[in-house]
């Protein structure tokens, strides 16, 4: 099987769901945004990405209804005033700022551990991080020195890694290919699965982070082999794992298991 092989039959996979066309799947083929040339926006998705963690989209996006309306908060999401406002280690100082403004519904609670001290904390890093930066320009440029470069790549989610608490590098990847670079994929745990049971990947790597390079690599891989993008790929396999065509009234259930099933009947694997 080639990696051409392995892209067609996901692609082909996904239309024969019920509801599922070709324009629909190439609807999510476009990020959330298309390199904005505001650092506030930029900033906006930063705060988005650090609640994609686990189970705190509820928690967070759906208790204050949206992580936009952190911008009543986040001086509008400028990252300079909020490092200028808040010190690295003052996200109790923050959470007690939006629990006063926005009346998050649901308990909120305060351990080291819990998504609403954490998520303070990444989006407090997240302000310093791009604070650093005097425009999105200065942004892009220092982004696009490593991304440009096919070794160099995987170094510059791993520095935002280092650099937010709470964005590991998976999620590093998701903002960076929601902003527009579409060289990038996301080690997923929908797309893991999926390249282990195939043996495309380790199966019996215990390293995460190795685990997730291994995956970033391999989406180039096939990437380049169909002449699409990084962001394409993800994609494809995203929407067979999770099953949610989210711009649209379609949910198809999550399929990771019966694809896998499939590809390997069908390729003798």
């Known amino acids: 099987m080639t990696y051409k092989d392995l892209y067609n039959f996901a692609y082909h996979f996904l239309l024969e769901k019920d509801g599922v066309t070709e324009k629909l799947i190439q609807q ?3 990020p959330e945004y298309n390199k904005p040339k505001n650092i ?4 906006q998705r930063l705060c988005e990405t650090a609640q994609n963690k686990q189970m705190s989209t509820k928690v967070i996006g759906g208790s204050i209804g949206g992580v936009e309306k952190l911008k009543d908060v986040l001086f509008d999401f400028n990252p300079k005033k909020i490092a200028e406002t808040f010190g690295k280690n003052d996200s109790e100082k923050l959470l007690n700022e939006i629990i006063s403004k926005l009346k998050p ?4 609670r305060r351990t080291s551990r819990s998504i609403w001290p954490l998520f303070c904390q990444s989006i407090i890093d997240s302000a310093y991080f791009l604070s650093e930066f005097n425009n999105a320009e200065s ?14 790549k995987p170094a510059l989610p791993m520095l935002i890694s280092i650099e937010i608490s709470g964005i590991g590098f998976p999620l590093a990847c998701d903002f960076l290919k929601e902003i527009g670079f579409l060289n990038f994929g996301k080690p997923d745990v929908h797309l893991k699965e999926i390249f282990k049971e195939l043996n495309l990947i380790n ?4 390293s995460t982070i190795k685990q997730d390079y291994q995956t970033l690599k391999l989406i180039d891989k096939i990437a380049i082999e169909n002449n699409t993008t990084a962001f394409e790929v993800d994609k494809i396999f995203w ?20 694809f896998i099933e499939q590809i390997k009947t069908h390729f003798k694997l």
């Open 203 to 206: 199966p019996n790597e215990r």
């Open 139 to 152: 942004f892009y440029n220092w982004a696009e020195f490593f991304a440009k470069d096919e070794k160099a």
């Open 40 to 43: 506030n926006t930029i900033y």
């Open 28 to 30: 999510h083929f476009q």
């Open 239 to 258: 929407l067979i794992g999770s099953g949610n065509f989210y711009l649209s009234n379609i949910q198809i259930g999550r399929n990771r298991k019966l």
């Open 105 to 108: 519904k649901g308990q909120i």
